[in-house]
């Protein structure tokens, strides 16, 4: 089983549309979460972490099922330039961080 | 704008070459990772470094040389390279190894071995 598991997509929604995506990881001593968004052909940058009462930075929100062991992350009010891929990261030593393969999100006029 | 630059942004080299990536973060972090990224595959971590000292090797092979001179420079020396070692090479660093989640990421090095 890998460590951190996304659906790689992709989604293709319209302007305007909400979307959300999910992220399983397998180890349960894993302590901290973050999603990290990257462009095609660019590198990734960090979007948000995930708290564990879950967290709204705009039309974004995270949140942290911990008993279940997945993450979320839900987008309202879809922009053209939230076409990209969205890591999913898990962290369970604090050095080391693992990454998931990505969910691409495409956003159509 | 990112505060990490690397050098080459694209790289070609034989399986008999010798080359060095260079990876410099303007940031006044303390820690310093190197990744691959191949297609399809999800970012492996190679290499953490913390105030110049090797903390992570992630079981890579010997033919992959870090070299930690100080906290803002980062290399890569690459030498008999295989072919499956193409792939995206990414620098990244944070504040320090306690911070590893909040990473800057460079570019990349796109490094093709023919």
Redesign the interface.
């Known amino acids: 089983r890998k460590e951190?598991e996304q659906d790689p997509g992709p989604f293709n929604v319209p302007e305007g549309a909400t979307v959300a995506f999910n992220c399983t990881y397998s180890n349960s001593a894993s302590q901290?979460?973050?999603w990290y968004r990257q462009d095609c052909r660019?590198?990734?940058?960090?979007l948000m972490?995930v708290y564990s009462s879950g967290n709204e930075d705009g039309r974004f929100t995270a949140q942290l099922n911990r008993a279940s062991q997945y993450i979320s992350l839900l987008i309202r009010d879809s922009k053209l330039s939230d076409s990209a891929t969205y890591?999913c990261?898990v962290?369970h030593d604090?050095?080391?961080?693992?990454?998931?393969?990505?969910t691409r999100l495409q956003v159509f006029p | 704008e990112?505060g990490v630059t690397q050098t080459p942004r694209h790289l070609v080299m034989g399986m008999t070459n010798k080359k060095s990536l260079k990876c410099e973060q303007h940031l006044g972090h303390n820690?310093m990772y190197w990744y691959k990224q191949s297609a399809?595959?999800?970012?492996e971590?190679m290499f953490?470094y913390?105030l110049e000292e090797r903390?992570?090797n992630n079981s890579v092979p010997s033919r992959f040389s870090p070299e930690c001179p100080n906290s803002s420079h980062l290399f890569l020396h690459l030498h008999t390279l295989q072919p499956e070692d193409s792939a995206l090479y990414?620098c990244a660093s944070s504040q320090d190894?306690?911070q590893?989640?909040?990473?800057?990421?460079?570019?990349?090095t796109r490094l093709t071995v023919l």
């Open positions: 951190v901290s979460f973050f660019k590198e990734p940058k960090l972490s890591l990261v962290n604090t050095d080391k961080l693992i990454f998931g393969t990505g | 990112t820690a399809k595959k999800p970012l971590l953490v913390s903390v992570e990414l190894t306690l590893a989640g909040e990473q800057f990421f460079g570019p990349g």
